[in-house]
Protein backbone atom coordinates (compact mmCIF):
# COMPACT_ATOMS: atom_id res chain seq x y z
CA UNK A 1 0.00 0.00 0.00
CA UNK A 2 1.58 3.40 -0.94
CA UNK A 3 1.13 6.15 1.74
CA UNK A 4 -0.37 9.81 0.68
CA UNK A 5 0.77 12.31 3.01
CA UNK A 6 0.91 11.24 6.52
CA UNK A 7 -2.50 10.18 7.19
CA UNK A 8 -3.34 8.17 3.87
CA UNK A 9 -2.71 4.71 2.70
CA UNK A 10 -3.79 3.92 -1.08
CA UNK A 11 -4.95 -0.05 -1.85
CA UNK A 12 -6.27 0.26 -5.40
CA UNK A 13 -7.34 2.19 -8.45
CA UNK A 14 -10.67 2.58 -8.56
CA UNK A 15 -10.73 4.21 -12.06
CA UNK A 16 -8.95 7.12 -14.08
CA UNK A 17 -10.48 10.60 -15.15
CA UNK A 18 -9.06 13.23 -17.31
CA UNK A 19 -7.85 14.96 -14.48
CA UNK A 20 -6.32 12.65 -12.08
CA UNK A 21 -6.75 8.54 -10.78
CA UNK A 22 -9.15 7.67 -8.15
CA UNK A 23 -7.92 5.54 -5.15
CA UNK A 24 -9.77 3.48 -2.73
CA UNK A 25 -7.56 4.00 0.41
CA UNK A 26 -7.92 3.98 3.92
CA UNK A 27 -6.98 6.54 6.84
CA UNK A 28 -3.76 4.84 8.84
CA UNK A 29 -4.60 3.64 12.04
CA UNK A 30 -2.77 5.76 14.37
CA UNK A 31 -4.81 8.47 13.11
CA UNK A 32 -8.88 9.40 13.95
CA UNK A 33 -10.70 7.44 11.95
CA UNK A 34 -8.25 4.61 11.92
CA UNK A 35 -8.97 1.86 9.34
CA UNK A 36 -12.05 3.92 7.79
CA UNK A 37 -11.97 3.65 3.79
CA UNK A 38 -11.84 6.65 1.96
CA UNK A 39 -11.50 7.58 -2.10
CA UNK A 40 -8.35 9.51 -2.69
CA UNK A 41 -8.31 11.30 -6.09
CA UNK A 42 -4.58 11.63 -7.37
CA UNK A 43 -4.45 14.73 -9.38
CA UNK A 44 -2.19 14.38 -12.65
CA UNK A 45 1.07 15.61 -12.82
CA UNK A 46 0.49 17.76 -14.90
CA UNK A 47 -1.70 19.51 -12.85
CA UNK A 48 0.15 18.71 -9.96
CA UNK A 49 3.13 20.44 -11.30
CA UNK A 50 2.01 23.23 -12.11
CA UNK A 51 2.18 26.51 -9.50
CA UNK A 52 -0.80 27.79 -10.37
CA UNK A 53 -3.43 25.04 -9.72
CA UNK A 54 -1.32 24.64 -6.36
CA UNK A 55 -2.62 27.91 -5.84
CA UNK A 56 -5.73 27.12 -6.46
CA UNK A 57 -5.96 24.18 -4.69
CA UNK A 58 -4.92 25.92 -1.77
CA UNK A 59 -6.67 28.83 -1.63
CA UNK A 60 -10.04 26.59 -2.74
CA UNK A 61 -9.09 24.94 0.22
CA UNK A 62 -11.79 25.50 2.57
CA UNK A 63 -14.39 26.27 0.05
CA UNK A 64 -14.05 22.39 -0.49
CA UNK A 65 -13.77 21.02 2.77
CA UNK A 66 -17.27 23.19 4.11
CA UNK A 67 -19.58 22.00 1.20
CA UNK A 68 -21.53 19.74 2.96
CA UNK A 69 -24.88 18.24 1.37
CA UNK A 70 -26.86 15.43 1.42
CA UNK A 71 -26.17 14.84 -2.46
CA UNK A 72 -22.49 16.14 -2.75
CA UNK A 73 -19.49 13.67 -2.30
CA UNK A 74 -18.03 14.88 1.19
CA UNK A 75 -14.53 15.87 0.66
CA UNK A 76 -12.32 15.11 3.76
CA UNK A 77 -9.22 16.49 3.13
CA UNK A 78 -6.51 18.10 0.45
CA UNK A 79 -3.17 16.74 0.53
CA UNK A 80 -0.31 19.09 -0.96
CA UNK A 81 3.37 16.61 -0.63
CA UNK A 82 5.92 17.44 -2.82
CA UNK A 83 4.45 17.26 -6.43
CA UNK A 84 1.46 15.27 -5.19
CA UNK A 85 -2.27 16.99 -5.08
CA UNK A 86 -4.90 14.83 -3.76
CA UNK A 87 -8.32 14.99 -2.49
CA UNK A 88 -9.57 12.71 0.11
CA UNK A 89 -13.45 12.22 -0.11
CA UNK A 90 -15.77 10.24 1.48
CA UNK A 91 -16.00 6.59 -0.64
CA UNK A 92 -19.02 5.96 -2.53
CA UNK A 93 -19.82 2.59 -2.88
CA UNK A 94 -21.92 2.09 -5.87
CA UNK A 95 -21.73 2.99 -9.72
CA UNK A 96 -21.10 6.06 -11.49
CA UNK A 97 -24.25 7.28 -13.27
CA UNK A 98 -23.02 7.29 -16.65
CA UNK A 99 -22.38 3.08 -16.11
CA UNK A 100 -25.23 2.81 -14.65
CA UNK A 101 -26.78 4.09 -17.96
CA UNK A 102 -24.33 2.08 -20.22
CA UNK A 103 -25.31 -1.48 -18.59
CA UNK A 104 -29.15 -0.27 -17.66
CA UNK A 105 -30.10 1.67 -20.65
CA UNK A 106 -32.68 4.98 -20.20
CA UNK A 107 -34.55 6.01 -16.95
CA UNK A 108 -38.82 6.50 -16.76
CA UNK A 109 -38.97 10.18 -16.84
CA UNK A 110 -40.48 9.79 -13.58
CA UNK A 111 -37.14 8.55 -11.78
CA UNK A 112 -35.00 10.78 -14.57
CA UNK A 113 -36.97 13.45 -12.93
CA UNK A 114 -36.68 12.95 -9.10
CA UNK A 115 -32.86 12.28 -10.19
CA UNK A 116 -32.44 15.50 -11.80
CA UNK A 117 -34.18 16.82 -9.19
CA UNK A 118 -32.00 15.55 -5.91
CA UNK A 119 -28.70 17.07 -8.38
CA UNK A 120 -30.43 19.92 -8.67
CA UNK A 121 -30.70 20.07 -5.33
CA UNK A 122 -27.10 19.87 -4.68
CA UNK A 123 -26.23 22.89 -7.15
CA UNK A 124 -28.50 24.92 -5.57
CA UNK A 125 -26.30 24.15 -2.38
CA UNK A 126 -23.48 24.66 -3.89
CA UNK A 127 -24.69 28.03 -6.13
CA UNK A 128 -25.00 29.21 -2.79
CA UNK A 129 -21.85 28.66 -1.27
CA UNK A 130 -20.66 30.60 -4.51
CA UNK A 131 -19.21 27.42 -6.09
CA UNK A 132 -19.95 26.30 -9.95
CA UNK A 133 -19.73 23.05 -10.25
CA UNK A 134 -18.79 23.38 -14.21
CA UNK A 135 -18.30 20.03 -15.70
CA UNK A 136 -21.78 18.46 -14.58
CA UNK A 137 -21.72 14.88 -16.26
CA UNK A 138 -23.33 11.77 -15.60
CA UNK A 139 -19.75 10.39 -15.03
CA UNK A 140 -20.14 13.07 -12.13
CA UNK A 141 -22.80 11.51 -10.38
CA UNK A 142 -22.37 8.19 -8.23
CA UNK A 143 -25.07 6.39 -7.18
CA UNK A 144 -24.32 5.02 -3.40
CA UNK A 145 -26.15 1.67 -3.00
CA UNK A 146 -27.90 1.71 0.97
CA UNK A 147 -29.79 -1.09 2.37
CA UNK A 148 -33.03 0.30 4.41
CA UNK A 149 -34.04 -1.89 7.83
CA UNK A 150 -36.84 -3.59 5.29
CA UNK A 151 -33.81 -4.93 3.09
CA UNK A 152 -34.42 -2.89 0.11
CA UNK A 153 -32.13 -1.86 -1.62
CA UNK A 154 -32.13 2.41 -2.95
CA UNK A 155 -29.77 4.83 -4.40
CA UNK A 156 -28.80 7.84 -3.91
CA UNK A 157 -27.10 10.07 -5.93
CA UNK A 158 -23.88 12.31 -5.29
CA UNK A 159 -22.74 14.69 -6.99
CA UNK A 160 -18.80 14.55 -7.27
CA UNK A 161 -15.41 16.09 -8.82
CA UNK A 162 -16.53 20.02 -7.20
CA UNK A 163 -14.00 22.45 -7.90
CA UNK A 164 -11.94 20.46 -10.08
CA UNK A 165 -12.96 21.80 -13.58
CA UNK A 166 -11.61 24.89 -11.76
CA UNK A 167 -8.66 24.05 -10.53
CA UNK A 168 -7.95 22.56 -13.88
CA UNK A 169 -8.75 25.39 -15.63
CA UNK A 170 -5.99 27.19 -14.58
CA UNK A 171 -4.33 29.80 -17.45
CA UNK A 172 -1.04 27.65 -17.14
CA UNK A 173 -2.63 24.13 -17.35
CA UNK A 174 -5.06 25.17 -20.26
CA UNK A 175 -2.97 27.02 -22.22
CA UNK A 176 -0.03 24.82 -22.83
CA UNK A 177 -1.51 20.92 -21.84
CA UNK A 178 -4.93 19.88 -22.58
CA UNK A 179 -8.35 21.67 -21.76
CA UNK A 180 -10.59 20.11 -19.25
CA UNK A 181 -14.17 19.73 -20.04
CA UNK A 182 -16.55 17.63 -21.83
CA UNK A 183 -17.86 18.75 -25.51
CA UNK A 184 -21.10 16.73 -25.09
CA UNK A 185 -21.88 18.48 -21.65
CA UNK A 186 -20.38 22.12 -22.37
CA UNK A 187 -22.58 25.17 -22.61
CA UNK A 188 -22.43 27.46 -25.46
CA UNK A 189 -21.04 30.62 -23.25
CA UNK A 190 -18.12 27.71 -22.16
CA UNK A 191 -17.83 26.71 -25.50
CA UNK A 192 -16.85 30.18 -26.42
CA UNK A 193 -15.15 31.43 -23.75
CA UNK A 194 -17.22 33.59 -22.42
CA UNK A 195 -17.55 34.56 -18.59
CA UNK A 196 -19.54 31.22 -16.97
CA UNK A 197 -21.98 31.96 -13.69
CA UNK A 198 -24.15 29.16 -12.43
CA UNK A 199 -25.89 29.03 -15.49
CA UNK A 200 -23.56 26.53 -17.01
CA UNK A 201 -24.11 23.44 -14.70
CA UNK A 202 -27.94 24.15 -15.23
CA UNK A 203 -27.59 23.69 -19.06
CA UNK A 204 -25.10 20.72 -18.11
CA UNK A 205 -28.74 19.26 -16.00
CA UNK A 206 -30.92 20.08 -18.92
CA UNK A 207 -28.22 17.78 -21.24
CA UNK A 208 -27.70 14.68 -18.31
CA UNK A 209 -31.64 15.02 -17.75
CA UNK A 210 -31.84 14.19 -21.47
CA UNK A 211 -29.53 11.80 -21.25
CA UNK A 212 -31.02 9.68 -18.57
CA UNK A 213 -34.33 9.75 -20.82
CA UNK A 214 -32.95 8.50 -23.69
CA UNK A 215 -29.83 7.24 -23.68
CA UNK A 216 -27.57 9.78 -25.12
CA UNK A 217 -27.28 13.72 -24.80
CA UNK A 218 -29.17 15.49 -27.74
CA UNK A 219 -26.05 17.70 -28.72
CA UNK A 220 -23.37 14.62 -30.86
CA UNK A 221 -21.18 14.94 -33.67
CA UNK A 222 -18.19 13.00 -35.48
CA UNK A 223 -15.25 15.41 -33.46
CA UNK A 224 -15.52 17.82 -30.45
CA UNK A 225 -16.19 20.43 -32.99
CA UNK A 226 -19.12 19.41 -34.72
CA UNK A 227 -20.70 18.76 -30.72
CA UNK A 228 -19.47 22.20 -29.98
CA UNK A 229 -21.42 23.94 -33.27
CA UNK A 230 -24.23 21.74 -32.25
CA UNK A 231 -24.31 23.16 -28.98
CA UNK A 232 -23.79 26.76 -30.49
CA UNK A 233 -26.12 26.40 -33.42
CA UNK A 234 -28.34 23.59 -33.07
CA UNK A 235 -32.54 22.95 -31.18
CA UNK A 236 -32.24 20.07 -28.92
CA UNK A 237 -35.51 17.60 -30.75
CA UNK A 238 -37.79 16.51 -28.50
CA UNK A 239 -37.58 12.31 -28.55
CA UNK A 240 -41.44 11.05 -28.36
CA UNK A 241 -40.77 9.64 -25.28
CA UNK A 242 -40.56 12.57 -23.64
CA UNK A 243 -43.56 13.77 -21.86
CA UNK A 244 -44.63 17.44 -22.51
CA UNK A 245 -43.58 18.85 -19.16
CA UNK A 246 -40.60 17.53 -19.17
CA UNK A 247 -39.69 18.31 -21.76
CA UNK A 248 -40.44 22.52 -21.19
CA UNK A 249 -38.05 21.96 -18.33
CA UNK A 250 -35.46 20.36 -20.33
CA UNK A 251 -36.09 23.15 -23.45
CA UNK A 252 -35.79 25.99 -20.07
CA UNK A 253 -32.57 24.65 -19.09
CA UNK A 254 -30.90 24.48 -22.94
CA UNK A 255 -31.55 27.87 -23.59
CA UNK A 256 -28.59 29.37 -25.28
CA UNK A 257 -28.76 32.41 -23.89
CA UNK A 258 -27.42 31.71 -20.00
CA UNK A 259 -29.76 34.28 -19.03
CA UNK A 260 -32.92 32.62 -19.86
CA UNK A 261 -32.20 29.58 -17.77
CA UNK A 262 -33.95 28.86 -14.69
CA UNK A 263 -31.88 28.74 -11.32
CA UNK A 264 -30.78 25.24 -9.84
CA UNK A 265 -33.73 25.42 -6.82
CA UNK A 266 -36.41 26.58 -9.39
CA UNK A 267 -35.30 23.78 -11.65
CA UNK A 268 -35.32 21.07 -8.38
CA UNK A 269 -38.91 22.66 -7.53
CA UNK A 270 -40.18 21.75 -11.37
CA UNK A 271 -38.99 18.77 -11.67
CA UNK A 272 -40.36 17.39 -8.58
CA UNK A 273 -43.84 19.04 -10.08
CA UNK A 274 -43.42 17.36 -13.14
CA UNK A 275 -42.59 14.01 -11.20
CA UNK A 276 -45.57 13.87 -9.79
CA UNK A 277 -47.62 14.85 -12.87
CA UNK A 278 -46.31 12.43 -14.87
CA UNK A 279 -47.18 9.54 -13.41
CA UNK A 280 -49.22 6.92 -13.20
CA UNK A 281 -50.58 7.95 -9.92
CA UNK A 282 -51.15 11.43 -10.83
CA UNK A 283 -54.10 12.98 -9.87
CA UNK A 284 -56.08 15.65 -12.10
CA UNK A 285 -54.74 18.60 -10.31
CA UNK A 286 -50.84 17.18 -10.45
CA UNK A 287 -51.04 16.75 -13.83
CA UNK A 288 -52.52 20.08 -14.09
CA UNK A 289 -49.66 21.53 -12.22
CA UNK A 290 -47.23 19.53 -14.35
CA UNK A 291 -48.47 21.19 -17.57
CA UNK A 292 -48.13 24.65 -15.80
CA UNK A 293 -44.43 24.13 -15.22
CA UNK A 294 -43.02 26.60 -17.26
CA UNK A 295 -44.25 29.50 -14.57
CA UNK A 296 -41.47 27.73 -12.65
CA UNK A 297 -39.03 28.07 -14.56
CA UNK A 298 -38.35 32.03 -15.10
CA UNK A 299 -35.11 33.21 -15.49
CA UNK A 300 -32.52 33.28 -12.61
CA UNK A 301 -32.12 36.80 -11.57
CA UNK A 302 -29.02 36.37 -9.34
CA UNK A 303 -26.73 33.77 -11.16
CA UNK A 304 -23.62 32.96 -9.23
CA UNK A 305 -20.81 34.13 -11.09
CA UNK A 306 -17.45 32.28 -11.56
CA UNK A 307 -14.63 33.43 -10.21
CA UNK A 308 -11.86 34.72 -12.65
CA UNK A 309 -14.53 35.88 -15.16
CA UNK A 310 -16.33 39.37 -15.38
CA UNK A 311 -19.97 39.01 -14.42
CA UNK A 312 -22.99 39.78 -16.26
CA UNK A 313 -24.25 43.06 -15.32
CA UNK A 314 -27.99 42.32 -14.95
CA UNK A 315 -28.60 45.60 -16.29
CA UNK A 316 -26.89 45.24 -19.89
CA UNK A 317 -29.44 44.11 -22.27
CA UNK A 318 -27.15 41.58 -24.21
CA UNK A 319 -27.85 42.83 -27.75
CA UNK A 320 -26.31 45.99 -26.90
CA UNK A 321 -23.00 44.93 -26.25
CA UNK A 322 -20.73 46.52 -28.48
CA UNK A 323 -17.41 45.61 -29.85
CA UNK A 324 -14.37 46.98 -27.69
CA UNK A 325 -14.17 50.90 -29.35
CA UNK A 326 -17.33 50.92 -29.96
CA UNK A 327 -19.10 49.77 -33.55
CA UNK A 328 -20.65 53.06 -34.91
CA UNK A 329 -22.79 51.32 -37.64
CA UNK A 330 -24.61 48.81 -35.01
CA UNK A 331 -27.19 46.34 -36.16
CA UNK A 332 -29.21 45.72 -33.26
CA UNK A 333 -30.36 42.45 -35.68
CA UNK A 334 -27.50 41.54 -36.72
CA UNK A 335 -26.29 39.03 -34.44
CA UNK A 336 -22.90 38.59 -35.69
CA UNK A 337 -21.86 42.83 -35.16
CA UNK A 338 -22.67 42.22 -31.92
CA UNK A 339 -19.53 40.32 -30.85
CA UNK A 340 -17.53 42.11 -28.12
CA UNK A 341 -13.95 41.86 -30.19
CA UNK A 342 -12.04 40.48 -32.88
CA UNK A 343 -11.12 37.41 -30.94
CA UNK A 344 -14.85 36.14 -30.21
CA UNK A 345 -15.94 36.93 -33.76
CA UNK A 346 -14.52 33.65 -35.09
CA UNK A 347 -17.00 31.82 -33.25
CA UNK A 348 -19.95 30.98 -35.65
CA UNK A 349 -22.74 32.75 -35.33
CA UNK A 350 -25.91 31.78 -33.95
CA UNK A 351 -28.80 31.71 -35.62
CA UNK A 352 -31.60 34.06 -35.61
CA UNK A 353 -34.18 34.01 -32.56
CA UNK A 354 -31.89 30.90 -31.24
CA UNK A 355 -31.39 33.58 -28.02
CA UNK A 356 -28.08 33.17 -28.33
CA UNK A 357 -26.76 36.48 -28.17
CA UNK A 358 -23.12 37.10 -27.13
CA UNK A 359 -23.08 39.04 -23.86
CA UNK A 360 -19.89 39.82 -22.11
CA UNK A 361 -16.38 41.22 -22.41
CA UNK A 362 -14.42 37.59 -23.07
CA UNK A 363 -11.78 36.83 -20.51
CA UNK A 364 -8.75 38.97 -20.68
CA UNK A 365 -6.69 36.01 -19.81
CA UNK A 366 -6.22 34.93 -24.29
CA UNK A 367 -8.22 32.58 -26.08
CA UNK A 368 -10.17 30.15 -24.79
CA UNK A 369 -8.74 26.63 -25.67
CA UNK A 370 -12.45 25.65 -27.74
CA UNK A 371 -12.02 29.05 -29.35
CA UNK A 372 -8.45 27.96 -30.24
CA UNK A 373 -9.78 24.58 -31.72
CA UNK A 374 -12.91 26.36 -33.29
CA UNK A 375 -11.31 28.86 -35.15
CA UNK A 376 -8.19 26.41 -36.26
CA UNK A 377 -11.04 24.53 -37.60
CA UNK A 378 -12.31 27.26 -39.18
CA UNK A 379 -9.13 28.27 -40.73
CA UNK A 380 -8.67 24.66 -42.01
CA UNK A 381 -12.10 24.85 -44.09
CA UNK A 382 -11.19 28.50 -45.36
CA UNK A 383 -7.76 27.65 -46.27
CA UNK A 384 -6.90 26.75 -50.09
CA UNK A 385 -3.16 26.61 -49.90
CA UNK A 386 -1.49 23.84 -48.68
CA UNK A 387 0.43 23.82 -45.96
CA UNK A 388 -1.16 26.59 -44.01
CA UNK A 389 -2.03 24.89 -40.91
CA UNK A 390 1.11 22.42 -39.30
CA UNK A 391 0.00 19.43 -38.33
CA UNK A 392 1.30 19.94 -35.10
CA UNK A 393 -0.59 23.18 -34.93
CA UNK A 394 -3.72 21.18 -35.44
CA UNK A 395 -5.52 20.38 -32.06
CA UNK A 396 -8.07 17.63 -33.78
CA UNK A 397 -5.11 15.85 -35.34
CA UNK A 398 -3.91 14.97 -31.42
CA UNK A 399 -4.45 12.17 -29.99
CA UNK A 400 -6.75 12.32 -27.34
CA UNK A 401 -4.69 10.93 -23.77
CA UNK A 402 -7.41 9.65 -22.09
CA UNK A 403 -7.44 6.35 -20.80
CA UNK A 404 -9.05 3.50 -23.59
CA UNK A 405 -12.78 3.60 -23.72
CA UNK A 406 -13.79 0.61 -22.00
CA UNK A 407 -15.43 -2.04 -24.40
CA UNK A 408 -18.66 -1.04 -25.66
CA UNK A 409 -21.84 -3.07 -24.09
CA UNK A 410 -23.99 -4.21 -26.58
CA UNK A 411 -27.04 -4.92 -24.55
CA UNK A 412 -28.78 -1.41 -25.35
CA UNK A 413 -29.06 -2.72 -28.81
CA UNK A 414 -30.39 -6.38 -27.49
CA UNK A 415 -32.87 -4.64 -25.08
CA UNK A 416 -34.26 -1.41 -26.58
CA UNK A 417 -37.00 -1.21 -24.13
CA UNK A 418 -35.05 -1.45 -21.09
CA UNK A 419 -35.01 1.14 -18.68
CA UNK A 420 -33.09 1.70 -15.59
CA UNK A 421 -34.82 2.80 -12.24
CA UNK A 422 -32.74 3.04 -9.03
CA UNK A 423 -34.31 0.90 -6.60
CA UNK A 424 -35.95 4.17 -4.74
CA UNK A 425 -37.31 5.45 -8.07
CA UNK A 426 -39.11 2.89 -9.18
CA UNK A 427 -42.92 4.37 -10.45
CA UNK A 428 -44.89 2.95 -13.31
CA UNK A 429 -44.96 5.33 -16.68
CA UNK A 430 -46.03 4.34 -19.92
CA UNK A 431 -43.87 5.97 -22.66
CA UNK A 432 -42.00 3.97 -24.73
CA UNK A 433 -38.15 4.71 -23.99
CA UNK A 434 -35.70 4.91 -27.10
CA UNK A 435 -32.67 2.72 -27.24
CA UNK A 436 -29.42 4.72 -26.83
CA UNK A 437 -25.84 4.93 -25.77
CA UNK A 438 -23.83 7.40 -24.03
CA UNK A 439 -21.40 8.13 -25.99
CA UNK A 440 -17.27 8.26 -23.84
CA UNK A 441 -16.67 11.45 -23.09
CA UNK A 442 -13.38 13.19 -24.87
CA UNK A 443 -11.02 15.48 -23.97
CA UNK A 444 -8.23 16.55 -26.36
CA UNK A 445 -5.03 17.63 -25.98
CA UNK A 446 -4.13 20.85 -26.80
CA UNK A 447 -1.27 21.90 -28.58
CA UNK A 448 2.04 23.92 -26.84
CA UNK A 449 0.56 27.09 -26.81
CA UNK A 450 -2.71 28.01 -28.58
CA UNK A 451 -1.25 29.95 -31.14
CA UNK A 452 -3.64 31.42 -33.95
CA UNK A 453 -2.45 29.34 -37.16
CA UNK A 454 0.52 30.68 -39.03
CA UNK A 455 -0.83 33.28 -41.86
CA UNK A 456 -1.06 31.94 -45.29
CA UNK A 457 2.01 33.11 -47.18
CA UNK A 458 1.46 35.65 -49.23
CA UNK A 459 0.53 35.26 -52.92
CA UNK A 460 3.24 35.48 -55.64
CA UNK A 461 2.20 38.08 -58.20
CA UNK A 462 1.42 35.94 -61.32
CA UNK A 463 4.08 36.48 -64.42
CA UNK A 464 2.90 38.90 -66.96
CA UNK A 465 2.76 36.88 -70.28
CA UNK A 466 4.67 38.46 -73.04
CA UNK A 467 1.82 36.99 -75.43
CA UNK A 468 -1.24 37.88 -73.74
CA UNK A 469 -3.94 37.72 -76.63
CA UNK A 470 -2.14 34.24 -76.98
CA UNK A 471 -1.26 34.34 -81.07
CA UNK A 472 -0.90 30.85 -81.83
CA UNK A 473 3.11 30.60 -83.35
CA UNK A 474 4.10 33.96 -82.35
CA UNK A 475 6.49 32.45 -80.00
CA UNK A 476 8.00 30.44 -82.59
CA UNK A 477 8.35 33.38 -85.26
CA UNK A 478 10.31 35.41 -82.60
CA UNK A 479 13.09 32.74 -82.49
CA UNK A 480 13.39 32.33 -86.14
CA UNK A 481 13.84 36.21 -86.26
CA UNK A 482 15.99 36.23 -83.80
CA UNK A 483 18.48 33.36 -84.74
CA UNK A 484 18.38 35.54 -88.44
CA UNK A 485 19.24 38.62 -86.55
CA UNK A 486 22.00 37.31 -85.15
CA UNK A 487 23.22 35.24 -88.10
CA UNK A 488 23.55 38.60 -90.32
CA UNK A 489 25.38 40.38 -87.49
CA UNK A 490 28.17 37.32 -87.40
CA UNK A 491 28.58 37.55 -91.28
CA UNK A 492 28.99 41.22 -91.31
CA UNK A 493 31.60 40.90 -88.33
CA UNK A 494 33.36 38.04 -90.58
CA UNK A 495 33.42 39.49 -94.11
CA UNK A 496 35.04 43.01 -92.45
CA UNK A 497 37.89 41.29 -90.25
CA UNK A 498 38.89 38.52 -92.11
CA UNK A 499 40.01 37.79 -95.40
CA UNK A 500 36.72 36.20 -96.79
CA UNK A 501 36.26 38.86 -99.64
CA UNK A 502 39.82 38.26 -100.95
CA UNK A 503 38.52 34.53 -101.06
CA UNK A 504 35.31 34.99 -102.90
CA UNK A 505 37.22 37.34 -105.16
CA UNK A 506 39.47 34.07 -106.10
CA UNK A 507 36.52 31.78 -105.79
CA UNK A 508 34.87 33.70 -108.19
CA UNK A 509 37.56 33.45 -110.65
CA UNK A 510 37.59 29.70 -110.17
CA UNK A 511 33.43 29.39 -110.60
CA UNK A 512 33.98 31.51 -113.75
CA UNK A 513 36.72 29.14 -115.12
CA UNK A 514 34.62 26.11 -114.10
CA UNK A 515 31.27 27.62 -116.06
CA UNK A 516 33.19 28.51 -118.72
CA UNK A 517 34.67 24.81 -118.95
CA UNK A 518 30.85 23.36 -118.46
CA UNK A 519 29.40 25.97 -121.30
CA UNK A 520 32.01 24.44 -123.36
CA UNK A 521 30.67 21.09 -122.52
CA UNK A 522 27.42 21.76 -122.69
CA UNK A 523 27.27 22.95 -126.01
CA UNK A 524 29.24 20.39 -127.58
CA UNK A 525 26.75 17.88 -126.00
CA UNK A 526 24.20 19.98 -127.47
CA UNK A 527 25.85 19.46 -131.10
CA UNK A 528 26.41 15.91 -130.68
CA UNK A 529 22.63 15.22 -129.78
CA UNK A 530 21.21 17.27 -131.83
CA UNK A 531 22.84 15.78 -135.08
CA UNK A 532 22.03 12.75 -133.99
CA UNK A 533 18.38 13.70 -133.26
CA UNK A 534 17.98 15.43 -136.61
CA UNK A 535 19.70 12.26 -138.33
CA UNK A 536 16.93 10.17 -137.17
CA UNK A 537 14.16 12.41 -137.48
N1 LIG B 1 -15.69 9.19 -3.99
C1 LIG B 1 -15.64 8.13 -4.78
N2 LIG B 1 -15.96 6.91 -4.32
C2 LIG B 1 -15.92 5.83 -5.09
N3 LIG B 1 -15.59 5.86 -6.37
C3 LIG B 1 -15.26 7.05 -6.91
C4 LIG B 1 -15.27 8.23 -6.15
N4 LIG B 1 -14.93 9.26 -6.95
C5 LIG B 1 -14.71 8.73 -8.16
N5 LIG B 1 -14.90 7.42 -8.15
C6 LIG B 1 -14.76 6.51 -9.29
O1 LIG B 1 -13.47 6.69 -9.85
C7 LIG B 1 -13.53 6.69 -11.27
C8 LIG B 1 -12.75 7.86 -11.81
O2 LIG B 1 -13.33 9.03 -11.33
P1 LIG B 1 -12.99 10.44 -11.95
O3 LIG B 1 -13.76 11.46 -11.24
O4 LIG B 1 -11.53 10.60 -12.03
O5 LIG B 1 -13.54 10.16 -13.43
P2 LIG B 1 -14.21 11.13 -14.45
O6 LIG B 1 -15.34 11.84 -13.80
O7 LIG B 1 -14.51 10.33 -15.68
O8 LIG B 1 -13.04 12.11 -14.78
P3 LIG B 1 -12.95 13.65 -14.53
O9 LIG B 1 -13.86 14.00 -13.43
O10 LIG B 1 -11.52 13.86 -14.25
O11 LIG B 1 -13.42 14.24 -15.80
C9 LIG B 1 -14.99 6.71 -11.65
O12 LIG B 1 -15.31 5.47 -12.22
C10 LIG B 1 -15.76 6.89 -10.38
O13 LIG B 1 -16.84 6.05 -10.36
Known amino acids: MRPVGSKYLLEEPLGRGATGTVWRGQVREEHEGGGGAVAVKVLKEELASDPDVVMRFLRERSVLLRLRHPHIVRVRDLVVEGDLLALVMDLIDGPDLHRYLRENGPFTPVAASLLTAAIADALAAS??????????????????????????????????????????????????HEFVGTPAYVAPESAQGKPQTSAVDIYGAGILLFELLTGSPPFRGDSAIEVLHAHLNDQPRRPGNIPEPLWTVIERCLRKDPAQRPSAENLARALRVVAAGVGVHATP???EAALGVAALLGPDADPTPVPGTPPQSPDADPTQVLPSGGAPSYDPNAVTSVMPNERTRVMPPMPPGSGGTPQQTPQAQGPHPWESQL??????????????????????????????????????????????????????????????YAPQPQRYERP???????????????????????????????????VILVLIVVFVVVWYTTPLPDWVNSTRNLWDATSGWAHTVWDKVSAITGDSGGGKG
Do not use: W
Not at 135 to 157: Q, R
Not at 414 to 430: K, L, N, V
Open 285 to 287: SQA
Open 127 to 176: HADGVVHRDLKPANVLLATTTGEDGAESMHPMLTDFGIARLADSPGVTRT
Open 375 to 436: SAARHRNEQTEVGYLAPEQDPLRRRPRRQPAPPQQPQHQGHPQRQAQPPQYRQGYGYPQQQG
Open 448 to 482: AAPTPPAPAPARREPRRSANPVKIPGLGCLKGCLT
